[in-house]
């Protein structure tokens, strides 16, 4: 199955460079979202089967979109993507059902491959050194 990526950043800048990074890739972005109302109503759709999102965004926060989706029994596959680099975030994601969690500096090549792990239904948080739980 193909992965239909909705990318949800508030910076128009990041989700260009995204769309760039995953041309010849697996990852079909499909939709984007420069705020949490925009990002759940298009998780939510039908159309995407990945969400790539970040914690900071206007209207409603990554943990917030989060949260809703959790609510709504969403099992879409989740990856946050932020530059926030902090284990009490981590744990936090993870709880509200996050599969995995991706620092802004990390090397293209470290993203893509947690998207197709978390795609893939790979334990993530197993292999995470900064997570507390």
Not at 4 to 26: N, Q
Not at 121 to 126: H, I, S
């Amino acid at each position: 199955m193909a992965i239909r990526l909705l990318i949800a950043d508030d910076h128009e800048l990041v989700r260009e460079g995204l769309r760039s990074a995953f041309e010849h890739t697996e990852i079909e972005v499909v939709a984007e979202a420069s705020n949490g109302e925009d990002a759940i109503r298009l998780a939510l759709s039908g159309l995407v089967n990945m969400l790539l999102l970040d914690l900071r965004m206007p209207d409603r926060d990554g943990f917030e979109v989060l949260n809703e989706l959790k609510l709504q029994g969403s099992e879409l596959a989740v990856v946050i993507y932020s530059h926030v680099d902090r284990a009490d975030f981590r744990t936090r994601a993870r709880q509200l059902g996050a599969n995995g969690y991706v620092v802004k500096t990390a090397h293209k090549n470290d993203l893509i491959s947690t998207i197709l792990s978390a795609f893939s239904g790979e334990d993530l948080w197993r292999l995470d050194g900064n997570d507390e739980i």
